[in-house]
Every structure is written in structure tokens, then in C-alpha cells.
């Protein structure tokens, strides 16, 4: 069964604290998105990934930093955490092909006090 | 931007009934489009998908309904059991070309399933 997992289910961080948030897939896909989803505002794309080392910004990148370094791998950064990026952060992977459909992970419930 | 959206934030239905979960979408450009189903703690599972030159694909106890003239996308649930309980999301895609082809997600409808 194909898969993208997220390192971990639940996140506490401090304000200031730098926290990195992992993806890993295994169905050799090329794209690759990191999404939050807060209540009311629906899935909001953070940034995507088209390639290895290739990184674009999506609609609400600001505070967000991402890194693909290896194409089954797309790990989201948040340099300073602060309260307002506590969400659940969702990541999704898309092969390439007629079908458009993405498979997610399970999520990452962040928490920064 | 453009925005896809769905008409009601909570749908509740009795089991056995059918379901109708609605969507808006503002973009004439969009040629795909996707229904997701998000569980309790878990993340968006693919549904059904169906592409602009169609206007109807049916799947197991689902079928989605595409208008293109008014814009309009439906998930249709047969028999709704408890295991439907969930949150539906549409999503579309432009044809835009190039990139990594990204959707755009309505924020989602919480179908409850009544006993």
C-alpha cells in the first residue's frame, strides 16, 4: 500500500523555537506539497515541490521554509515558531500522469505556546 | 484568487438515507476535479475524481455530478452508513499548465450520520 508518512502525529514547541516537520513517500512521486488546515479556512498550500531541490511558494508561505533534498523526502521548516502557526499541517505527495489525485499523510497537530 | 467553495459547513442525515454534499467553484478554466473524505484524525483520502468533459462518474455507493454551466460539482452518498461520518472536500484543478499542478480545496463539509 502506497504511503506518505508524517514523522510525527502531535508537536508542542515553544515561541522562537525552530521545528521541522518531515514527509517521506514511497511511491517515487515528483510533487509534493505541504498544506495547513485550520477550521473555517480549509487546506491553505504552504509550499510545493515539482523536483529534487526545486521549491516553490504557495499561497501562505510567509514564516515557512521547505527543503527537498532527496526526491522521497520534503521537510517543512518553521524558523521561529510562533503561536499562529499552530495548525494541523498536512503534507501530500502527486505522481505525475493523467491522474491528478494527491495522497495525503495522516497530519501533524502543531502547537506552539 | 479563484475559490471553490460548498454550500453548508454541516450536513446531518439518517443512516440508510442518501447524501448530496455540494460545491461551488468560480473558475470556468478548471478541467479536473476531486472528492476527498477526511476522517477524525486522519488526513484526506481520494474519493472519486472526474474531468471536465464529463459530467457524471459513479463509483462504489458514490457518484459526482459536474454542471460546468453553473459551476456546480455534487458527491452523492447511496445508503449512508456510520462509516461515511467525515469531513468532504472538493478540489479543482486549472489548466494551467507546467508546475506541480497544484489543487485548490473547498474548506469542507462535516457529514454526520444520524442513527
Known amino acids: 500500500d502506497v504511503k506518505v508518512t508524517q514523522s510525527s502525529r502531535y508537536l508542542v514547541k515553544r515561541t522562537g523555537e525552530k521545528v521541522f516537520l518531515e514527509c517521506v513517500q514511497d511511491m517515487d512521486h515528483e510533487n509534493m506539497f505541504w498544506y495547513r488546515q485550520d477550521p473555517g479556512l480549509g487546506l491553505r498550500l504552504i509550499y510545493f515541490s515539482y523536483d529534487v531541490k526545486m521549491k516553490e511558494k504557495g499561497d501562505i508561505p510567509e514564516g515557512y521554509s521547505v527543503s527537498r533534498e532527496k526526491k522521497e523526502r520534503f521537510s517543512l521548516i518553521l524558523e521561529s515558531a510562533s503561536t499562529n502557526q499552530t495548525s494541523m499541517y498536512l503534507c501530500?505527495?502527486?505522481?505525475?500522469?493523467?491522474?491528478?489525485?494527491?495522497?495525503f499523510g495522516s497530519g501533524t497537530r502543531l502547537t506552539v505556546v | 484568487g479563484e475559490s471553490v467553495g460548498l454550500h453548508l459547513p454541516t450536513l446531518s442525515v439518517q443512516e440508510g438515507d442518501n447524501s448530496i454534499i455540494n460545491c461551488a467553484y468560480s473558475n470556468s478554466a478548471s478541467d479536473y476535479f476531486i472528492w476527498y473524505k477526511q476522517e477524525s484524525g486522519k488526513g484526506p483520502q481520494f474519493i472519486i475524481d472526474?474531468?471536465?468533459?464529463?459530467d457524471k462518474r459513479q463509483g462504489q455507493r458514490v457518484t459526482v455530478l459536474l454542471n460546468k454551466t453553473v459551476k456546480h460539482l455534487s458527491l452523492q452518498i447511496a445508503a449512508t452508513q456510520p462509516g461515511d461520518s467525515a469531513v468532504y472536500f472538493c478540489a479543482e484543478k486549472q489548466d494551467s499548465g507546467g508546475g506541480a499542478d497544484g489543487l485548490t480545496f473547498g474548506k469542507g463539509t462535516h457529514l454526520i450520520i444520524q442513527p
Open positions: 501530500a505527495s502527486k505522481g505525475g500522469g493523467a491522474n491528478y489525485g494527491y495522497t
Open positions: 472526474i474531468r471536465s468533459n464529463m
